[in-house]
């Protein structure tokens, strides 16, 4: 029976760290190519709340920053550094040079903030700061982004909108997750 938890476990441990890489590709792919409204020379847009719109990758970025903590939880820092990487490198295949490096400079800088909120929080308190990390990134992340990329903050309300919706989303999915990792003996990274 322990094998198969920890099985599980490994088998979530890799999702997490696969699904955060993925989602820096697919997040620039979508800006470009996905949304209700294309602005010429601009993002692909997405409704995120009645009459406000953001970049269609909004989603895959809000998840992406609570993906970045599993990730630190799972792995250490270290991994979550390169993962952010391998992403902006992935990217370069599906998403112009100049949303590539907005994207990759923003990720980063977003992702230790991130850090620097989640780590000593997360020792006592999972869920409390996988949030408060995640609203700190999402900030961060969308106001260097927006600026980096479009050169302009026109789309921030709709960015922390929808990054918000995403953190929300996870909760219940974090809870879930903690809950089979202290059912399965797992020990954290610092």
């Known amino acids: 029976?322990?094998?198969?938890?920890?099985?599980?476990?490994?088998?979530?441990?890799?999702?997490?760290?696969?699904?955060?890489?993925?989602?820096?590709?697919a997040a620039n792919w979508m800006?470009?190519?996905?949304?209700?409204?294309?602005?010429p020379d601009g993002p692909c847009l997405i409704p995120v709340a009645?009459?406000?719109?953001?970049?269609?990758?909004?989603?895959?970025?809000?998840?992406?920053?609570?993906?970045?903590?599993?990730?630190?939880?799972?792995?250490?820092?270290?991994?979550?550094?390169?993962?952010?990487?391998?992403?902006?490198?992935?990217?370069a295949a599906v998403a112009p040079p100049a949303l590539v490096v907005a994207s990759a400079i923003a990720f980063l800088l977003s992702e230790l903030a991130d850090t620097v909120v989640y780590t000593p929080l997360a020792r006592r308190r999972?869920?409390?700061?996988?949030?408060?990390s995640s609203v700190v990134g999402l900030f961060v992340d969308s106001i260097i982004f927006l600026w980096l990329a479009f050169g302009s903050l026109e789309f921030l309300a709709g960015q922390v909108v929808g990054k918000a919706w995403a953190v929300l989303l996870a909760i219940p999915i974090m809870a879930w997750m903690r809950n089979r990792e202290a059912a399965s003996g797992f020990s954290r990274k610092r």
């Open 50 to 91: 009645p009459g406000l719109m953001a970049p269609s990758g909004v989603i895959l970025a809000g998840s992406a920053l609570v993906l970045r903590d599993l990730v630190q939880r799972r792995f250490g820092l270290g991994v979550s550094v390169a993962a952010i990487m391998f992403g902006a490198l992935l990217s």
């Open 126 to 132: 999972f869920i409390a700061a996988v949030v408060a």
């Open 31 to 39: 800006i470009g190519n996905v949304g209700t409204k294309c602005v």
């Open 1 to 25: 029976m322990a094998s198969d938890k920890t099985t599980a476990l490994a088998f979530h441990c890799l999702a997490s760290l696969a699904l955060f890489v993925g989602t820096i590709p």
